[in-house]
């Protein structure tokens, strides 16, 4: 056990000698590893999957600037340098993919996000307790429905010749209407689709917040003759106001990130013009056409893009928070 | 029995009851609109039930909600004597078990690392979990990776790369962190190995944090239809969710609307709630066993981080 303890420990101890110095701490140093040297074996299964499966990979990022022969292999395809890059932007393809998430994370932002905020300040006003249990179990079950089975949902909603609504369109006179093929609404239904099924989950992170209220507030404010809508709006939601933007930041953040799910089943060729974003184009471009340089050249545009807006996002909730999101709290 | 109250409270009454009498308008707008919404999420599932136990006729009689006049179990009877669902069922049942196992044991033990707040290279070693939720290769060149490894119609490609990764290393230690310390330190001056503190104490404790992660997992694995479609080219393999994505899309015809109504559109509209509903209830099944421990997990989790 002990020769064990010690095999184990000094590769990790002899990384921390550089960071740390002094030779007196580094032999309180070697005792503590000794002690801990199960937290380090502990460490291999996740360092070996990373490694493999998160790490390695992005070696293939090059790709972008290969003129890729698979009989050469990765490394040993030609460097074209940022031809691919060109390419997309001659493209109409590109821009509009580009376009088309803005528009839905914009879309998004505007709809989709302050609806949970909403729908936590109205179930705050549900006093009845098994009412408010039932609601919730009601409202959290959509989030666990693929998007496979709302899309089929949705289409069977919607069909032109057989769906529900059309159905009652015609019953009150109106003429059947094409949701599924027009592309003028593929944004309501995409957003009211993503409404209903992340609404209801979105709000438990506010209850939460609402929950740890000081209870004193209120029952000072009704003391003072405060109405509970007026309650709502200067006791509730200020006090919630840090999460909110919290939220928001790393909303806008993810800008980029479409819903690739939600678009990818819900869309279809009559409806490219609109719903085709970055995540779908690369999909299509690389795993459907077998274009791996452009479709590695779209993702490496996105996530350097990403990569940016989310460090920014990261440092403006430092700034509100104390910490960012990506750090542990102590 | 409420006059009797506000007589016995000084000063109060007059108050309290004006107040009763103007909120109740705005408590009914807020319960009309939350049975609303409540209704609104509970009716597509309610409408695929109605619909799958429907007959043909049924459906041609109905406008809005079916009613299944002529109970049946035609449409399940399709859908499951169809040789490849139950295999599919089952696939989908290994992999979301073994993929479950699988990612929480390394999940965990990471998170369990990383509560260590003096552990020696904490800080690179909680910079290496976190450059990769920044920063990826792409779909690309992790297909690639994939392919190279053999992953391509191999149930364990379908396991291996996935489900691991920082956001629920962090949820967990969150979780981890909440764990009373004298707790710990007690065990350690026993002589208990920092493995089974983890074992003994620790899990246990963490609860509502594991049935949270857990779930994410499982409702996520059972789902995913995408890497089976992207890595699985021999039909034998396919999961259930690929199946049933299968299922519904070949009868997406009506798409092309020539305004004739096709009798097989009508009865694949009946199949397709059966499918729909045999791939929704297994997780219907686990949901209110783990909705008590999930709300409470997200929100401990949410409050810490």
Redesign the interface.
Known sequence: MEQLERTECLP??E??KSVKNGKQKNDK?RK??KK?W???V??I???A??L??????????V?AFKDYMPSKG?WGSEWIGFDHFKALFALPDFPRAFRNTLIISFLSLVFCFPAPIL?AL??N??KVKW?KK?????????N??????????V???L????G?VN??LE?LGLS?V?F??EPKYFYPILILSQI?RD??WGT??Y???I??IDPSLYEAAQID?C???KATWYITLPSIMPIIIIMFVQAVGNVLNSNF?AIF?LY?P?TYEVADVIDTL??RT??DKGE?ER??AI??F??VIN?IL??SANKIVKKINGYG??E??? | MMENINVGTNGTPPVRKKKKKRVSVWTVLIYAFIVLFTLACLFPIVYEVLLSFASKEDYLQSDFLIFPVHFNFENYKIILLQDRIPIAFLISVFLTAVNLVYSMAIDILAAYVLAQRDLPGRKIFFTFLLIPMFFSGGLVPFYLTLRSLNFTNNLLGLILPFGVGGFNVILLRNFFAQVPNDIIESAKLEGVSDFRVLWQFILPLSKAGIATISLFILVGKWNDWYWPMILLTEDSLFPLALELRNVLNSTRADLIPDGSVDMNVIFAEGRNAAMIIVALLPIMAIYPFLQKNFVKGIMIGAIKS
């Open positions: 990790v101890s990384q921390i140093l503590k590893l801990k199960q937290f380090y502990m460490m299964p996740i360092i999957f990373l493999v499966f998160s790490y390695y990979p992005m070696y293939g990022i790709l990765i729908l109205l179930l006003e549900i009412f039932f609601t919730q179990t009601a409202i959290y079950l959509p666990f429905i693929s998007w496979v089975i709302i899309a089929g949902i289409n069977s909603l069909s032109y010749s057989s529900a159905n009652i019953s059947r094409e599924l093929t209903w609404a209801g438990i992170i209850i939460a917040a929950s740890s003759g109405k509970r809508l799910d089943n279809n009559t690369v999909y690389g795993i791996f479709a590695t993702g490496l996105k996530t990569f989310l460090m999101i990506y542990v709290a102590e």
